[in-house]
């Protein structure tokens, strides 16, 4: 089943997809932005696991939901 990997905003527009299947489970948040980009993530991206945000060591499940959020900026 694997993963789903969700990108937001800026994230969107850089990778060029908003959304990515995931064939296998990669173990933690991090091991999927592994999947996504050979460069660790920036120190400000925020990460959500199945709706509710998460640090980049989290593990993770067949089937899960990982969104990736750049900094939210507004004024």
């Not at 990515?20 to 460069?39: D, G």
């Not at 990460?47 to 939901?65: I, K, M, Q, S, W």
Request: charged share 15%.
């Amino acid at each position: 089943m694997g993963i789903t990997i969700k990108l937001f905003a800026s994230l969107r527009e850089q990778f060029a997809q908003d959304e990515l299947a995931i064939i296998t489970t990669p173990n933690t948040v991090q091991a999927a932005w592994a999947c996504i980009s050979p460069q660790s993530p920036p120190a400000n991206i925020l990460a959500a696991v199945n709706h509710e945000y998460v640090p980049f060591d989290h593990p993770l499940r067949d089937g899960d939901e990982v969104a990736f959020f750049p900094p939210v900026t507004g004024g």
